[in-house]
T-cell receptor
Framework: GAVVSQHPSWVICKSGTSVKIECRSLDFQATTMFWYRQFPKQSLMLMATSNEGSKATYEQGVEKDKFLINHASLTLSTLTVTSAHPEDSSFYIC???????????FGPGTRLLVL | GENVEQHPSTLSVQEGDSAVIKCTYSDSASNYFPWYKQELGKRPQLIIDIRSNVGEKKDQRIAVTLNKTAKHFSLHITETQPEDSAVYFCAASNDMRFGAGTRLTVKP
């Protein structure tokens, strides 16, 4: 099946710093990538949808200036958590989809801990 | 966007029994319905999906049924095994919002 990688797998940072997470589709071109946040024992909450070469579409309640998304190529999307705070600590997971409607493939996730 | 509701939130069954998880959706234009399994600390994995032009799809012990009129679809797992224990998520349409999830526990 299709492979999606995510880097880093975990990160610990100080409050106020920015953290960048990369999501790559390794063996297919992803026209659309999704970013989710998952708190312990909760569902996957969609944060934003990004299409290559255009601005991301953010879900209601997600601050676009805090969670910067760049989908610069058909195989790479990045999520930058700016000025991170302890409440941003979570499991961030991306997914990529080659077309629509089509199966989406998930990355392994990034566990972020903000101290 | 699509609104997906999933029930039950937790489900405990004895090994060998069947398990059924149901989801309802709001947008009648939705045409793609996947089910994902997520084990603790791991990424969700697609286990089965169905498109709106069929009413049922089966893959060994797993099946999905779709009722477009009522706007609901269900995951059926037969002959459950302890390794089926996980959280299962449904989604509808292309904007990929997930249901709240069902924690399935299969007791040996």
């Amino acid at each position: 099946g299709a492979v999606v990688s995510q880097h880093p797998s975990w990160v610990i940072c100080k409050s106020g710093t920015s953290v960048k997470i990369e999501c790559r589709s390794l063996d297919f071109q992803a026209t659309t990538m999704f970013w989710y946040r998952q708190f312990p024992k909760q569902s996957l909450m969609l944060m934003a949808t990004s299409n290559e070469g255009s601005k991301a579409t953010y879900e209601q309640g997600v601050e676009k200036d805090k969670f910067l998304i760049n989908h610069a190529s058909l195989t790479l999307s990045t999520l930058t958590v700016t000025s991170a705070h302890p409440e941003d600590s979570s499991f961030y997971i991306c997914s990529a989809r080659p077309g629509s409607p089509a199966t989406q493939y998930f990355g392994p996730g990034t566990r972020l801990l903000v101290l | 966007g699509e609104n997906v509701e999933q029930h039950p939130s937790t489900l405990s069954v004895q090994e060998g029994d069947s398990a059924v998880i149901k989801c309802t959706y709001s947008d009648s234009a939705s045409n793609y319905f996947p089910w994902y399994k997520q084990e603790l600390g791991k990424r969700p994995q697609l286990i089965i999906d169905i498109r709106s032009n069929v009413g049922e799809k089966k893959d060994q012990r797993i099946a999905v049924t779709l009722n477009k009129t009522a706007k609901h679809f269900s995951l059926h797992i037969t002959e459950t095994q302890p390794e089926d224990s996980a959280v299962y998520f449904c989604a509808a349409s292309n904007d990929m919002r997930f249901g709240a999830g069902t924690r399935l526990t299969v007791k040996p």
